[in-house]
Structures are given as C-alpha cells and as structure tokens.
C-alpha cells in the first residue's frame, strides 16, 4: 500500500470514528428531551467541533407559516440568527424546506440561489466554502431544514457529511415532535386552568361548588338566590345527582341563617325506627340503650337550617311530626312529655313525584303544601346543554390532583362525553372522568378509553335488564330513584333508558348505559314517530331514541302502543 493510500485509509477511519462520536455523544443528550434549546444546541456543537459542519443551524416555520426563522444554531451572533429569515421556496434553504429534497451547494460563491442572508461572506474563511442543507421530516414531510458550512476542500467526501446531517435531522426530528407534544399538552391544560378561572370568577354558582352556564342551571341559580333571604320553606326537584345538597347549602349560606348550623339528612338512608330518634332526639331511658338525654337534627339545626334529603322516602307517620315541626316550630323528642322550642328552616328535596305520592295515599297532602311553598326544579345533566364540557374538565384538574397524574382529553373526548346521556348526572360524570384519569396513557385520555369506560356502563345496565338487583354503590340511580319526574309514570322499566329524543350511545350500535327509569305516557309520541321514520323497525327506531331493542318494545308494551 502506498503512502497515499495508506493517508487515505487513516483519513477514512478517522471520519468513521467521528461520525460515531458525534451521533453516540447526541443520542445521550436524547434523555433531556423536555429541554430542546439544550439539547439541539449541543448536537449542533458537536457537529462543529469533531466534524468540521460550521454554523450549524436548526430552521423552523414561524406561526404564520409562510417564512422561516432560524430557531436554535450554534456559532451564530444573534443578529445573524435573526437576518436568517426566508419565504418557504426561497434560497437554498426555502427551496429544501419546500421540495424535502438534500441541497448541496459546493461552492457558495458561484451558487446565484444561495442568498448570503444570516451569515456575510466576510465572516467565513477566504477558501472554498459549501453549504449543506438537509430537510428535517416528520412522517416523510418537511417541518424544517438542518443546515451547515464546510470547507470544501477536506479529506471527509461530501456524502459522508449529508448521510450524518440526516442522521442528525432525524434525532432533531425527535425532539421536536417531543417539544410540540409537551406544548400541546401544556397549552390545553392552561386553556382548561383559565375556563376554569374564568368560571370561577365569572359565576357566582361556582363560589358554591356549582359550575355551569347553562340556561336552566341559571334559572335555578336565580330562584334560589331569589328565596334564600326569606324563612320561605324550599323543596329541591330532581334527578339524583343533579347537586340538591349544593343548592341546599347555596341556600343556607345566602341566607340569613348563614351563621347558623346546616345540617343534611337522607331519609332514605336511616331506617325508619331511627329516624323519629335521629330526627327528634330522645330523652334517658326513651328505648333500651338510651342510657342519656340526646338531641335530633332537628334541634341541632336551631338557628339554622334543616336539609331533608329524600323527603319522599319519609315513613307516613314521621310525616305529620315533621308537619308539626313546620306548624309551630317545636318538637316532641322520644320518650318525652313537653315541647321543645326551635327555631329551624327547612328545605327538602326529592326525585320522586311527590304529587303522585299524595294521589296514591303515600304521602301527607298537608305537608306537601307545606314544603312545597317555593319549588326549584334542578335540571338533569342532559338538560344543561353545554355544561358537560365544562364540568368534565373541572372534575379532570381535580381527578389528576387527586391521583397525582397530569392527564388532558384528546381531541374528540369532550364532544363524545356532551353525546352521551347521562343517566345518573354530575356524579356519573365525575365517576367516569376519575376512571378515565386512572386508565390514561402517557397522560392523554382518548375517545377509546372514554368508549370502554361507557361500554362498563352498558353492562351495568344490561344487568338490569337481565334482572339482577342494582348495585347500591353504582353511580348510576337504581330502583327507588326513578330519573322521570313527570305525572303518568306507569311502572319501573327493569330495562334502563334514556328519554325519547336522546343522543345515541356508542357508534357500535349499542347505546350507552341508561338509568333505572320509569316508563312515562308522554313518551309515547317519541316512540311512535321513532317507529313511523324506520318504517317499523323495532331494532333501528330504538337505536334513534338511544334504546335498546329490549327497553323499547318494553315500553310498547307498557303504554299499549301498536308498533306494528
């Protein structure tokens, strides 16, 4: 081997060696991706320093779109950085970032495309100078240019330097695509933190725990601040978990009474041989284990505020001691002889029908009108039309603190979580966003996994339909908590459904998880025009009303419509 040749062997490996150094040396500085100006900039030293790729710099679309800026480069002055600036096709590196093709230029001085714009030629050395341009791709399309100086006349060919700068693009790539998804998921939960400020500030519900801007929400808000200075008794309608405990306190704290105790009561909760106890107090020896006087929540609340939840569970003959309580303002604790006087406002809320109630002898039609002085209707989370956005991100800041994860929807969540239906309210909601939180890969919550929470929800209610009991603990309302509180209910639909008109459930075919409801009269119009637009088919019409098959020729049956 001759001399030359034996130089141009070393030469060779040498190169090799420093082009392993170089991407060894860059892929160790991948681990700090969250850092790109780091990052980029030292790959761009590197390149300089062992291989000889001058003036490295990273070019990058601005916001507009239309020209190009150059966003990291090492050994470049900040004046040269901020000339560096093209229309997309212009120059050498306008053209690379417009066709995604390698530009080599070998001799910059006899180039007419190659601009001289960020460095003057001054400032390079007075031999030969090239300039090599790589596109940085994503998926195969141009989302930048890798661009450098060299002297032309080195031992290192050409092809050597463009295969490395391609190497580089490609780790360039990486980072970022990486810094794009960080500023994504940044800027989406900004955005969700400033609604959620806005909210904040913006409503007087929420300084309750009440968030939404929906128009019955907002009449609800209106009729109870319009109630809460008065001693007027306040009867809560609505679905479960449509906020009743919230309205109750919104009512006591803007109150009068506000100094006072609220106390809350679920009637449905306590069995009816320790209500009256629980509700009335007893005196020593009243019952076996009264070993000492007591006082019920009825007293307690003196000053105060009563919230009786699930009024309409009240046993018959509690109802008239609450009617005395409401009459004139004392109480008869268990065992005792003499009244007690308290001075206590009463607000109680229901699900059911209590006017059915009264028809059907189950309940006291004196104390109906007594609680029903001021009536506010609640409005079930379909009927608050734009809110379940609003409340999905909430729950989701709260969900992440909760659980220490920092999750944000996908693209498409919200407006399939504002499709669904929402048989058992706010707290439905909050339940599936906690679960979604908890099942969330590299912190994005995805349609599917909002399509395979939903679809958990379905078998809970195909359970139903098959007969079994609900689970008491289910976020969805069960049995004794029929979502219809219109007169004409007819009977419980051991099938769960969604109201006439709904929005169906899963694009599969199966519609989402539907409430335990009773059947009413007025679906019957729904039903029959559903019927008369699918030409009779059973299967599609309940598809269009969020059904199943089943739950909708139950209703036929039920309201004795002939469907043919």
């Known amino acids: 081997m001759s001399d030359a040749q034996a130089l141009q062997s070393s030469a060779r490996a040498d190169s090799a060696d420093a082009e392993l150094l170089v991407v060894h040396e860059a892929t160790q500085w991948l681990s700090h991706l969250n850092d790109p100006d780091t990052v980029i900039g030292r790959m761009l030293r590197l390149l300089s320093q062992i291989t000889g790729l001058n003036r490295g710099r990273v070019v990058l679309p601005d916001a507009s779109g239309e020209f190009m800026e150059i966003r990291y480069a090492y050994g470049l002055s900040s004046d040269e950085r901020e000339r560096g600036r093209y229309r997309v096709g212009e120059g050498v590196t306008g053209r690379v970032m417009r066709t995604g093709q390698v530009a080599v230029v070998q001799d910059i001085d006899e180039e007419p495309v190659y601009l001289t714009r960020a460095v003057e030629r001054d400032t390079l050395p007075p031999e030969t100078v090239a300039f090599l341009a790589v596109p940085i791709l994503n998926e195969d399309q141009p989302m930048g240019v890798l661009g450098a100086h060299r002297i032309r006349e080195r031992h290192r060919p050409l092809h050597r330097d463009i295969t490395l ?10 980072v970022l695509k990486v810094d794009d998804l960080i500023r994504e998921q940044t800027a989406a ?13 913006s409503n007087q519900e929420a300084r309750h725990g009440i968030l939404g801007e929906s128009p019955a929400l907002r009449q609800a808000f209106r009729q ?10 306040v009867l809560l309608n609505g ?18 009474r506000c100094d006072g105790p609220f106390i809350a009561i679920n009637c449905a909760a306590i069995p009816d041989a320790l209500l009256e106890s629980e509700l009335f107090g007893h005196e ?21 505020t009563l919230f009786l939840d699930e009024i309409g569970d009240l046993a018959f003959d509690l109802q008239s001691k609450l009617l005395h309580v409401l009459e004139k303002q004392t ?9 007690v006087p308290v001075d206590v406002r009463i607000i109680a809320a229901t ?36 809110d379940v956005k609003l409340l ?13 994860r920092n999750a944000t929807f996908e693209t498409g969540v919200l407006d399939r979580l504002a499709a669904y239906n929402w048989p058992g309210n706010i707290r439905q909601l909050e339940n599936v966003i906690k679960r979604a939180v908890l099942v969330a890969q590299n912190g994005w919550i995805t349609v599917a996994d909002i399509e395979l929470i939903l679809t958990h929800e379905s078998h809970v209610t195909d359970h139903l339909e098959a007969g079994g009991r609900p689970d008491p603990s289910a976020s969805t309302p069960g049995p004794g908590d029929p979502a219809g509180m219109g007169a004409g209910n007819t009977g419980p639909d051991h099938a769960p459904s969604s109201s006439p008109g709904s929005s169906p459930g899963s694009p599969h075919g199966q519609p989402p998880g539907r409430a335990y409801r009773w059947v009413r009269e007025d679906e019957a119009d729904a039903l029959l025009a559903a019927l008369e637009a699918t030409g009779g088919n059973k299967t599609q019409a309940a598809s269009r009303l969020g059904m199943t098959t089943r739950q909708f020729r139950y209703r036929l049956d039920k309201l004795g419509l002939h469907g043919g």
């Open 165 to 174: 700068l391609r190497i580089m693009a490609a780790l360039i790539a990486r």
């Open 331 to 339: 109480i008869h604790r268990v065992g005792g002889t003499k009244d």
């Open 392 to 404: 999905a991100r909430h729950f989701l800041q709260v969900a992440s603190q909760e659980f220490d």
């Open 284 to 304: 020593k020896g009243a019952f076996t284990g009264a070993v000492s006087a007591k006082k019920g929540s009825v007293e307690l609340a003196s000053g105060g």
């Open 189 to 201: 939960l900004a955005e969700e933190n400033e609604s959620l400020r806005e909210a904040l500030s």
């Open 351 to 386: 699900h059911k029908n209590l006017q059915e109630a009264v028809n059907q002898g189950r309940f006291r039609i004196d104390l109906f009108y007594r609680l029903n002085v001021f009536p506010i209707h609640l409005p079930a989370l379909r009927e608050r039309d734009g």
């Open 239 to 256: 679905e479960s978990g449509t906020g009743k405990e919230r309205f109750a306190r919104m009512v006591h704290l803007t109150s009068p």
């Open 224 to 233: 109870t601040l319009h109630v809460s200075p008065t001693q007027a008794t």
